[in-house]
């Protein structure tokens, strides 16, 4: 049994190592210059600086700091939008009975399987008709249709795991639909709400489809479209590049540390009531 352990541990930590490569190769290709990596990331000699992460936050084509200032407002903005929608129509599907809630669930459901592909053209134009294109608004709306369908079956599974007891109480008390969403099931949805905004967030900051749709202006574009123009038209700064790419991956990794507590409870809440 102890060395059944050990050899578990060993393929562990070796795929871990495996996986890890990757990830320190751009790291020390972004701290160092390229001559210093122009044979691999690993040969000496090592002069570590911080000048490829200056050069890309400054970028006189595509500087990353007003990409960060877009990407922002557009990931909290699709995150906030969709998840309070989703949560009152969760609460609807997941308690409520009426004409048509199951093709209603069959639609979102389908909804689902939908590639963005399919939806390029109707989009841009939808957005054309109505003064959104090339317009943060619009990003941010595209965003949060694209993300409501997931939301709604996420938060509805959710939902039916509390007992229906809480509300009834609620009712007794004199409260109605609308309080008792607010007051007693809105403040338990707290953890699967964490879990849905962290992925939600994660995967509209490192969406490029729907950015490359709609967004065009220099000044709007968000950094996922920022990064490919760091490249040089006859030469490319692998460093620039590597440095680009860690201070688009910083936020997410920041979001999802601080809020992994709350993920993880929300992700395997369904699973232990």
């Known amino acids: 049994m102890r060395k059944r352990n050990i050899l578990a541990k060993s393929i562990a930590i070796g795929v871990a190592i495996i996986w890890a490569l990757p990830f320190i190769g751009i790291v020390m290709t972004a701290l160092r210059p390229s001559r210093e990596v122009l044979y691999g990331w690993w040969y000496p000699p090592f002069h570590l600086s911080i000048k490829n992460f200056v ?9 990353l700091g007003i990409g960060l200032r877009n990407s922002v407002q557009v990931a909290v903005g699709a995150t ?28 979102i459901g389908l909804l689902l399987a939908l590639p963005q592909q399919m939806i390029a053209w109707p989009l841009f134009r939808e957005m054309h008709a109505m003064g959104l294109l090339n317009s943060l608004t619009g990003l941010i709306l595209a965003h949060s249709a694209w993300g409501l369908p997931w939301i709604v079956f996420f938060l509805r599974g959710y939902i039916e795991t509390l007992p229906v007891e809480l509300e009834e109480a609620a009712r007794i008390d004199g409260a109605g639909r609308l309080k008792t969403f607010l007051y007693v099931i809105f403040p338990l949805m707290l953890p699967a709400l964490a879990s849905v905004m962290v992925l939600q967030f994660t995967w509209v900051w490192n969406d490029f489809f729907l950015a490359l749709i709609l967004i065009f202006d220099p000044n709007k574009m968000v950094l996922t479209q920022r990064i490919p123009l760091l490249r040089g038209q006859y030469h490319v700064d692998w460093g620039l590049l590597s440095a680009g790419a860690l201070i688009t991956m910083l936020v997410p990794l920041l979001v999802f540390i601080f809020l992994q507590r709350y993920f993880v409870k929300g992700l395997i809440g369904g699973a232990v009531k």
Do not use: D, I, Q
């Open 55 to 63: 050069g890309a936050w400054t970028h006189p084509t595509a500087a």
């Open 80 to 107: 906030v939008l969709p998840t309070l929608v989703a949560s009152l129509m969760a609460y609807g599907l997941g308690r409520l009975r009426f004409p048509g809630r199951g093709p209603l669930l069959m639609l």
